[in-house]
């Protein structure tokens, strides 16, 4: 009855069982789940009478079909009534995981005249003169907005929008729980490119930036590069942008690990999709040797015909000598090998013939493209995007600090060089005297992160403003509203958004 994968919360139950009262009756069920391969992590007494017990027995299991299972035993149990199952993922997930606060307490009169009719009129006039103060005076200054049309969804592929919603709402919970910043998930029904633009442009000037999440390649490429020239706010592909920020962060302290330098590393990278290939860029960006990319076809190398025009950049960029073979050739010799695309490609032994205290950065969840237990046998450094491993490299590093960082500085667009400082601050939180083989990034609930990231975020972008503006009023510290109703002096401060604070 045991499972061959890992129980884990995302599959966690509470189980309401009447059991007879006697000595062994609890150990009795304890024993049972951990036989059927479950991990039991609490056991609450709900009531009793002279002849019975009834308690909750909450237990981690690795599937919906080990959960059955787990179920299944308990109630086969002699003097055991199974009352009933609670998928407690499930529970954590009615009625949605978001909701709208009001920051107003509009307990008064006065307090309604000032937040509604008459005087938010004066307020909308100020901005009809000057559409900039928008920014400062609406929740555009710390708001953004999730999109996605539903055809990339976690390992889950073409699921639509409906279906996407429960992920994007858990986007917008942890853009507050870790950055401070109000998100909104907006999914949309539609898969043609030229809608999807229109429509965001369409709702653009209530949100501060845009996170678009979950599009399938390559269309993904299009929408950012046209929403990007379209907008005057961040507009920002987690897929790929928050994704090579925490692979370039976690690469950077690796390499410390094992004494290389970037520039002297040959890199394999398995899938050429959104994230793949961001990596590639801005691991080129940062100056790396060299880098094979791997898709369905082979190694992308010069000579291969049909390519979209994504493919024929990492062709024209990457791959010096000209590999054309398989996955196993490629990382023969490797430095660094950097999986993002699907479950076990790799063997323990295709590790082995890499080059001398080699780093490994499978990422496909939930199974990786190597077993990350085989690898750490023969690299010196192994990552995954699991949370139930060593060194998880997961986007929530990045992208609540970014967006903490662009919102507070009021930034137009996102650039490379704001990821870049995005990575560095992640890597540098950890502390070169601190890494090691298997702490390469930060803990996602380190109150460091985030906080780094914004700052980091928030000087490249102030540092780019005032190249281009050179020596003109940046747009952080705007004067006050000029339109009609308007004092003459600035009527409210604008300070930077905060962070929250963390336990």
């Not at 479950?38 to 599937?63: G, Q, W, Y």
């Not at 496909?364 to 699991?386: F, I, L, M, Q, Y």
Request: hydrophobic share 45%; charged share 20%; aromatic share 4%.
């Amino acid at each position: 009855m045991a499972t061959t994968r890992l129980p884990s919360a995302g599959f966690s139950i509470t189980i309401r069982i009447s059991i007879t009262a006697d000595a062994s009756a609890i150990g009795r069920l304890t024993t049972c789940v951990g036989e059927a391969g479950a991990i039991v992590t609490a056991l609450d007494v709900v009531d009793s009478d002279p002849s019975s017990v009834i308690v909750d027995l909450t237990c981690d299991t690795a599937d919906s079909a080990h959960a059955d299972q787990v179920v299944k035993a308990l109630d086969a149990l002699e003097g055991v009534e199974v009352r009933k199952v609670s998928d407690r993922t499930f529970l954590l997930h009615l009625g949605g995981k978001i909701e709208v606060n009001s920051k107003v307490g509009l307990r008064t009169r006065d307090e309604l005249s000032r937040a509604y009719t008459p005087g938010v009129a004066r307020v909308c006039l100020a901005i009809a003169e000057n559409p900039a103060d928008a920014r400062r005076l609406t929740i555009k200054r710390n708001t953004v907005a999730v999109v996605t049309d539903g055809t990339a969804v976690l390992g889950l592929g073409n699921i639509g929008p409906a279906a996407a919603l429960p992920v994007m709402e858990g986007k917008a919970a942890l853009f507050k729980r870790f950055g401070g910043v109000d998100a909104w998930p907006v999914v949309l029904d539609t898969q043609d490119p030229d809608e999807i633009v229109s429509i965001v442009k369409a709702i653009a000037p209530a949100y501060g930036g845009i996170n678009l999440e979950d599009i399938a390649a390559p269309r993904c490429f299009e929408i950012e590069a046209r929403l990007r020239e379209a907008l005057n706010i961040p507009v920002f592909h987690d897929d790929q942008h928050g994704t090579a920020i925490c692979v370039l962060a976690a690469l950077t302290n690796a390499l410390r690990v094992v004494g290389k330098r970037l520039a002297d590393v040959r890199v394999v990278v398995s899938g050429a999709g959104a994230a793949g290939t961001a990596i590639m860029k801005l691991l080129l960006r940062q100056g790396v040797g060299d880098i094979i990319a791997y898709d369905r076809p082979g190694a992308l190398h010069r000579g291969m015909e049909g390519l979209n025009s994504d493919w024929q950049w990492l062709v024209d960029h990457t791959n010096k000598e000209n590999y054309a073979g398989d996955l196993r050739g490629a990382i023969r010799g490797a430095d660094v090998f950097i999986g993002v695309s699907a479950p076990n490609l790799l063997t323990g032994d295709d590790i082995a013939t890499m080059a001398e205290n080699s780093i490994v950065f499978a990422l496909a969840n939930p199974d990786p493209e190597v077993d990350p237990r085989e690898a750490r046998k023969h690299a010196a450094v192994v990552a995954t995007g699991r949370s139930d491993q060593p060194n998880q490299i997961n986007n929530v590093l990045a992208f609540p600090g970014v967006f903490r960082g662009m919102l507070d500085a009021h930034a137009e667009e996102f650039t490379e060089e704001m990821a870049l400082a995005a990575a560095r601050a992640i890597a540098d939180v950890v502390g070169e005297e601190k890494i090691n083989p298997t702490v390469i990034v930060p803990s996602v609930f380190d109150p460091r992160v985030a906080p780094a990231v914004a700052a980091a975020v928030r000087a490249a972008a102030q540092a780019a403003a005032a190249s281009a503006t050179s020596g003109a009023t940046s747009p952080a510290s705007a004067g006050a509203p000029s339109g009609a109703g308007a004092p003459a002096t600035d009527p409210v401060g604008d300070e930077p958004g905060t962070l929250p604070t963390h336990p």
